[in-house]
């Protein structure tokens, strides 16, 4: 089947580096890649919407300065936490629509745990 | 008010029990709907779609209520490896899938 590839699946960085997570796909042509964020007990909530060689659309209350997303070509899209802060530590994953033999359905990464301490 | 709403639990049963789960969801344009399966810090995995008609795919059954924007799952002879959250997920527009926050289901030998 479709498969995304999420990479790194965890992390830890200091507060105020930055970091970057990679979305892949790898067996189709991911037109849109989604980015959410859950953090403990809760509901994945979608950052922001990003089409192949367009700028991203974020959702209301996520900082586009901050989360910075990158979708240069239809397999890989990136997400940099820039100066991150604890406050940013959460489970991110990406989910990425595309055409996979007839299918247009959502596949998502594997997520990345972020931790900042 | 919550664009999906499920009740979190946990529902806690016993093997071979049958459980239901209930989600709602407040707009009346949203177009799809979905069931997923989320385990212990691992990412969302599609369980089945949800339409008007019902669905059922071996011990799952899934139902969906336009008219009271309402969905449900049911799952029957719960088996232990059945046990993880699970999120009622609705399309509203342009692709965006939306998360319920989950319910937890754990099954007990």
Not at chain 1, 52 to 62: F, H, N, R
Not at chain 2, 34 to 45: G, H, I, L, S
Not at chain 2, 75 to 103: E, M, P, Q, W
Request: aromatic share 12%; glycine share 6%.
């Amino acid at each position: 089947g479709a498969v995304v590839s999420q990479h790194p699946s965890w992390v830890i960085c200091k507060s105020g580096t930055s970091v970057k997570i990679e979305c892949r796909s790898l067996d189709f042509q991911a037109t849109t890649m989604f980015w959410y964020r859950q953090f403990p007990k809760q509901s994945l909530m979608l950052m922001a919407t990003s089409n192949e060689g367009s700028k991203a659309t974020y959702e209301q209350g996520v900082e586009k300065d901050k989360f910075l997303i990158n979708h240069a070509s239809l397999t890989l899209s990136t997400l940099t936490v820039t100066s991150a802060h604890p406050e940013d530590s959460s489970f991110y994953i990406c989910s990425a629509q595309g055409r996979y033999r007839s299918n247009y359905g959502y596949t998502f990464g594997s997520g990345t745990r972020l931790t900042v301490v | 008010r919550k664009e999906v709403e499920q009740d979190p639990g946990p529902f806690n049963v016993p093997e071979g029990a049958t459980v239901a789960f209930n989600c709602t969801y407040s707009n009346s344009a949203s177009q799809s709907f979905f069931w997923y399966r989320q385990d212990c810090r691992k990412e969302p995995k599609l369980l089945m779609s949800v339409y008007s008609s019902g669905n059922e795919d071996g011990r799952f059954t899934a139902q969906l209520n336009r008219a009271s924007q309402y969905i449900s799952l049911l799952i029957r002879d719960s088996k232990l490896s059945d046990s993880a959250t699970y999120l009622c997920v609705v399309i509203l527009y342009g692709n965006k899938l939306v998360f319920g926050a989950g319910t937890i289901l754990r099954v007990k030998s």
